[in-house]
């Protein structure tokens, strides 16, 4: 059982400040979904839980069972249980998924860290690997359970993807990884109604009672498939409201030009 | 069989060659005991090397390529001798034991130190030997084909200084409808300090011939080295050559490699730039024969203060030709690179495909790459295409693999040996493969 905590997270990302005071408290085998319209300043709160460099976190802290990732390196935030399924993807050329995940997941589960205590340089790619047979074994299992063409080993990491293909291999990473917490930025975006169902199986597959869910999303579409246990309104960089999944059809409902109206009020620290 | 030989007893070069001149081509050339045509051809080469001027900085060949610092009277002409017995570097032995060749040779400072054959190339009707035996055994086909054709002695004045004093290198003839499924393996180890060394390679491959070349360039501690590359690529041919240059980063490397190409012939060739100080090569296809398909692929990593200078030409002279041309190359501290390639279609290559593309990869912001990419189009139904792209290693991308819990290091690394990828992906020998990505791995360690 584990716990991320974000208290009063304030970001600024070149002079702009986008999240204005977040709080917000995820367990262990819970899903919470946030949604919020455009621009309020979702992916920069899992950017900046994740570690992008590109923001400084200027006010409040994020902590796992009490212990702030602030210090850390996006590296380390993973290895610490931290794993963030991208809105948008980057194509790596020349990097196999198989060899980059390979690395991934020696690095996450320790294989590394034991090599580096045996002397060796953690850095160099091709040493203290998981073995290639029992990651193989793995990774084609999870390749059959999470529906992504074992073709997709072999391919170049998300190079000439679909937004569909690229948002499954994004679960099957998470899947190889088995972080504590995943924070999932708009993984149902752009998909076809088949695409959502497999992202959505996936998701649930891996929502197991020691993992906790930030399902971020603009559409209340996925909720669908992926019952939440809270929902929460994100907007200009915070949250403004957050309840049951009663929340989400409201939302439907009454669309963002409610949210708008009701919440543009609210006092903003600017 | 295998066999460590000594080709030339010592004392045969007299000590007291220590400039450029005349006598030191006829020394050379006495010492080798070369039949009297070749000293003729080495003369008439000196001659025309004496004639023609040092490249000027306005050349537009060499405007990006400075050889401020570069003097002949620095180098001994070639190097010598030594007396000793001949021993394979551990360096090389590594090699040997790596790839499984149909056969391998090795040069030591212009001598053959080492040559073994797995196969019985001989019952084929294979030539795989050193030129300078061939000079004996085949005097035929290499007054046909050496420095007659594909690169002519006057090409530039460094092909000159080449064909004058040439002191290495392999002949390799593969006759007709012959296929050599190992690679054949030459390497040239230059031992000798601060020599010159004029490593030829001369390969015919007769119509409907299969081979796969590969020749290793090391060693050249303040050393000139200055090398020609031939290939004769017949009707319906397939070749793969891969020229992988791992000199001193002392040393200065000049290169000119040419291939003609004839009907339906298919060529690959991989050209790796690691190692001197300075390269300047000149890397042409020459499509000669309808049907062709040319593949020129390239790869370099300077570091540390290296210059590395490709200028490829892929020459459409007759319609329905291919050619697909793909440099990357990887900077690093105060290196440098330059590219410059001219895709030419005569005016009756209708029909032609042409590709040119050159990538470069800037890790430092004290590096810098150079990219200029040309087309000479005089025919109207034609498709060719060039790009040239200069990117650091960006953030993002740095950002999306450390979010997957690879250290910094690892995520950069990834990112250069994917960007070599495309050019390692058709690198048709594994061996090769290996060794590539090992030294990428130790160029961008260190
Ligand atoms: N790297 C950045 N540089 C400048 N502005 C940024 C950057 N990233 C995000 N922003 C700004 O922050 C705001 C929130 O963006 P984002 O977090 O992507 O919102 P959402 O994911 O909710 O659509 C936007 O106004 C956007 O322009
Ligand atoms: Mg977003």
Redesign the pocket.
């Known amino acids: 059982m584990s716990v991320l905590e974000i208290r009063n997270l304030h970001a600024v990302?070149?002079d702009?400040e986008?999240l204005k005071g977040v709080n917000l408290t995820l367990r262990s085998g819970e899903i919470h979904a946030l949604m919020?319209?455009?621009?309020?300043?979702?992916?920069?709160?899992?950017?900046v839980i994740a570690g992008h460099p590109?923001?400084e976190v200027t006010e409040g802290d994020i902590l796992i069972d009490g212990e702030s990732l602030l210090d850390m390196e996006a590296d380390e935030r993973t290895r610490a249980g931290v794993f963030l399924a991208f809105?948008y993807p980057v194509a790596v050329p020349g990097v196999s998924v198989a060899n980059f995940l390979r690395t991934a997941v020696s690095n996450v589960r320790g294989y590394t860290q034991q090599a580096e205590n045996n002397g060796n340089s953690p850095a160099v790619i091709g040493s203290n690997l998981m073995p290639m047979r029992e990651f193989r074994r793995e990774l084609n299992e999870k390749m059959k359970e999470f529906n992504v063409d074992p073709s997709f080993a072999r391919r170049y990491l998300n190079d000439g993807f679909s937004g569909g293909e690229k948002k499954r291999t994004e679960v099957l990473q998470m899947a190889m990884l088995e972080p504590k917490f995943a924070i999932l930025?708009?993984s149902d975006s752009g998909l076809d109604i088949d695409a959502l169902r497999v992202v959505s199986d996936g998701i649930n597959k891996l929502a197991t009672s020691d993992r906790g869910f930030l399902l971020?999303t603009?559409y209340q579409r996925i909720l669908n498939y992926v019952k939440p246990d809270y929902v929460s309104i994100?907007f200009r960089?915070r949250i403004v409201q957050t309840g049951g999944p009663e929340v989400a059809h409201m939302l439907e409902e009454r669309g963002y030009g409610w949210v708008e109206k009701e919440f543009a009020d609210e006092p903003v620290t600017a | 069989m295998s066999v460590l030989v000594k080709d030339i007893a010592p004392g045969d070069v007299k000590k007291s060659v220590e400039q450029f001149s005349e006598a030191t081509v006829r020394a050379l050339s006495a010492a080798r005991n070369e039949p009297e045509w070749m000293l003729e051809k080495r003369l008439a080469a000196w001659a025309q090397f004496e004639a023609m001027p040092w490249p000027k900085s306005d050349d537009e060949a060499w405007r990006r390529t400075r050889l401020t610092g570069f003097k002949l009277d620095n180098f001994q002409p070639y190097a010598q001798a030594d007396g000793k017995p001949a021993t394979v570097d551990a360096l090389v032995q590594v090699e040997l034991d790596e790839m499984q060749s149909a056969g391998s040779m090795v040069f030591q400072s212009g001598d053959v130190a080492f040559r073994h054959n797995a196969e019985d190339l001989s019952a084929k009707g294979v030539i795989f030997t050193d030129l300078r035996s061939a000079l004996h055994h085949h005097p035929e086909l290499i007054q046909k084909h050496f420095m007659t054709e594909v690169v002519k002695p006057d090409h530039n004045k460094f092909t000159a200084l080449h064909a004058a004093l040439w002191d290495s290198g392999a002949f390799i003839y593969v006759p007709k409808n012959t296929r050599v499924d190992l690679p054949l393996q030459v390497i040239l180890h230059q031992s000798a300090e601060g020599a010159g060394g004029y490593h030829h390679t001369l390969l015919v491959a007769e119509d409907g011939a299969e081979v796969t070349v590969v020749d290793d360039l090391l060693g050249g501690e303040n050393g000139l080295q200055n090398s020609v590359v031939e290939l004769v690529v017949g009707d319906n041919s397939v070749v793969r050559y891969m020229n992988l240059q791992d000199f001193d980063h002392s040393t200065w490397n000049f290169l000119t490699g040419r291939a003609i190409m004839h009907r339906n012939a298919d060529l690959r060739w991989i050209q790796v730039s690691w190692g001197s100080r300075l390269t300047k090569a000149f890397l042409d296809l020459d499509m000669q024969g309808e049907g062709g398909h040319g593949e020129l692929l390239g790869i370099y990593f300077p570091t540390g203060r290296q210059h590395i200078d490709h200028q490829t030409l892929q020459i459409h002279r007759v319609p329905h030709c291919f050619s697909d041309l793909l440099f990357n190359g990887a900077l690093k501290d105060k290196a440098r690179s330059v590219y410059m390639g001219i895709i030419q279609v005569h005016p009756n290559a209708q029909k032609t495909d042409a590709y040119q593309r050159n990538g470069n990869l800037i890790l430092d912001s004290t590096a810098r790459a150079d990219s200029i990419p040309g087309l000479e189009i005089e025919a109207d139904d034609v498709r060719c295409t060039h790009a040239a792209t200069a990117a650091q290693v960006e953030d993002e991308y740095v950002f999306y693999l450390m979010a997957r819990g690879l250290t910094r290091p690892q995520a950069e690394r990834m990112i250069v040996q994917g960007f070599f990828q495309a050019v390692l992906d058709r690198v048709p020998v594994e061996s090769v493969v290996t060794k590539l990505e090992r030294v990428i791995e130790r160029k961008i360690g260190g």
């Open positions: 990302v070149e702009a986008i919020g319209p455009n621009g309020s300043g979702k992916s920069t709160l899992a950017y590109h923001y809105q930025d708009e971020i603009h994100f960089g």
